[in-house]
C-alpha cells in the first residue's frame, strides 16, 4: 500500500523568500515519487521526479527536491519565490509495476506575498 | 512532451442525463489511461484504470454502473456519468502513462468541468 501526506494546505511566502513544500510517502515497494504544479482550472504539470539514481532532483521553474530514504520525504523547494508560483502542488507516489498509478497528497496551496 | 487532450473542456447539464468525456493521447499510445476526479480545494481522487481491450478497474467506492469507462483504442478512453444528478458536479481528469516508459511517468489532460444543474 502507498500514501502520501503533504504538511501544510497552505503556505504563503514573500516574493523572493524560500519556497519548502513538505511531502512524506509510504510505500511497500520502492518508490517513483512526483511533484505536480496544478494552476486554477487545469490539468497538472510536471514539476519533477525521482525514480533511480540521484537523490536531489532538479525540476522547471527552479524547483528541486531531495529523496530521503531515512525520513521517507520528498520536500519540494525553490530558492527564491516568483509571484508566478503561485499554485496547488501535489506530491504524488507511484511504484515499480504498479502500472503507472498514481496516489495524490491533499495538496498544498501556495500563496505569494509581493 | 507527450499530450493528453480532452473534451469537452467543460460542460453543464440537466439532472438525470449523462454525459459523456473523451481522453485522448496525441502522440503516444496508452494501454492504460486513469480517470480523476477532483472537488474544488481537494486533491485528485482516483476512481478508475481504463484499459485497452478488457474491463475498466474501478477504485473501492466509485460505482460501476454509474460511471462507465470505455478504452476503445490504445489512444482513446471515454468516461460515461449515467443520470447525472448535483452531486457528480466536478472536476475530472485523465492521465496516460507512455508505453515505453519504464518510470510510469503520466500525462494529464487538461480536464472536464462538470456542473449537473
Known amino acids: 500500500a502507498q500514501s502520501v501526506t503533504q504538511l501544510g494546505s497552505h503556505v504563503s511566502v514573500s516574493e523572493g523568500a524560500l519556497v519548502l513544500l513538505r511531502c512524506n510517502y509510504s510505500?511497500?515497494?520502492?518508490?517513483?515519487l512526483f511533484w505536480y504544479v496544478q494552476y486554477p482550472n487545469q490539468g497538472l504539470q510536471l514539476l519533477l521526479k525521482?525514480?533511480?539514481?540521484?537523490?536531489l532532483v532538479k525540476g522547471i521553474n527552479g524547483f528541486e527536491a531531495e529523496f530521503k530514504k531515512s525520513e521517507t520525504s520528498f520536500h519540494l523547494t525553490k530558492p527564491s519565490a516568483h509571484m508566478s508560483d503561485a499554485a496547488e502542488y501535489f506530491c504524488?507516489?507511484?511504484?515499480?509495476?504498479?502500472?503507472?498509478?498514481?496516489?495524490f497528497g491533499q495538496g498544498t496551496e501556495l500563496s505569494v506575498k509581493p | 512532451g507527450a499530450v493528453v487532450s480532452q473534451h469537452p473542456s467543460w460542460v453543464i447539464c440537466k439532472s438525470g442525463t449523462s454525459v459523456k468525456i473523451e481522453c485522448r493521447s496525441l502522440?503516444?499510445?496508452?494501454?492504460?489511461m486513469f480517470w480523476y476526479r477532483q472537488f474544488p480545494k481537494q486533491s485528485l481522487m482516483l476512481m478508475a484504470t481504463?484499459?485497452?481491450?478488457?474491463?475498466?478497474?474501478?477504485e473501492q467506492g466509485v460505482e460501476k454502473d454509474k460511471f462507465l469507462i470505455n478504452h476503445a483504442s490504445l489512444t482513446l478512453s471515454t468516461l460515461t456519468v449515467t443520470s447525472a444528478h448535483p452531486e457528480d458536479s466536478s472536476f475530472y481528469i485523465c492521465?496516460?502513462?507512455?508505453?515505453?516508459?519504464?518510470?510510469?511517468?503520466?500525462?494529464f489532460g487538461p480536464g472536464t468541468r462538470l456542473t449537473v444543474l
Open positions: 510505500s511497500s515497494v520502492p518508490p517513483y
Open positions: 492521465s496516460a502513462p507512455r508505453l515505453a516508459s519504464s518510470y510510469n511517468e503520466q500525462f
Open positions: 504524488a507516489v507511484s511504484g515499480y509495476n504498479q502500472g503507472g498509478k498514481l496516489i
Open positions: 525521482y525514480t533511480t539514481g540521484a537523490t
Open positions: 502522440d503516444f499510445q496508452a494501454t492504460t
Open positions: 481504463s484499459n485497452e481491450g478488457s474491463k475498466a478497474t474501478y
